[in-house]
């Protein structure tokens, strides 16, 4: 059973109507208190997102063009410390109608199709969930690796100030111990 969406908006579009859809979605409290467990965020206090869902030809596509914006609060990853994140950022996602239940031993859609440049999702029903879309854009929209300006003085600090940031500086060339290793076997 796949996991529940905690931002289920589905969208109808078969039948298709004349002037595509205006789409206008926001997430509601306890649905930001769900994605921000699901995307580890220390808060998510705003998610919406509005556009269009439009058909293009040769007819089978229909692409959702809009915008997100979010506020969440991410944890540092040096001193976890809240960093304040703001998404404010185009999404525009296509999908393809695929035929029916496919017959035994028929070969299944791809997942993705690359056309243009752009990533096509297969389409076997009449609905997309626009929530989940939503969702999707905005875990690619944070930051993997949120880091406070002031990350290294809060650590130092807290912990002193023999606690040093990357990589040491060698003593030595990496490579000198190997060296010597062959130096060793020749004699």
Known sequence: MPPRNEFARPVVVEPWPEDGIAVQLSADPAELRALARRFDLLELTALSAKGRLERRAPGDEIWFVGRLEADAVQACVVSLEPVP????????RGFRKVAGPLEPGAAAPPALWLIDDNEIEPLTGRTIDLGEVVAEELALALEPYPRRADAEALV????????????????????????QLKDRRAT
């Open 156 to 179: 130092s600090e807290r912990l002193g100030p023999n606690i040093s940031f990357g990589a040491p500086e060698p003593s030595e060339p990496p490579l000198a111990a190997l060296a």
């Open 85 to 92: 994140a703001r998404v404010r950022q185009p999404i525009e």
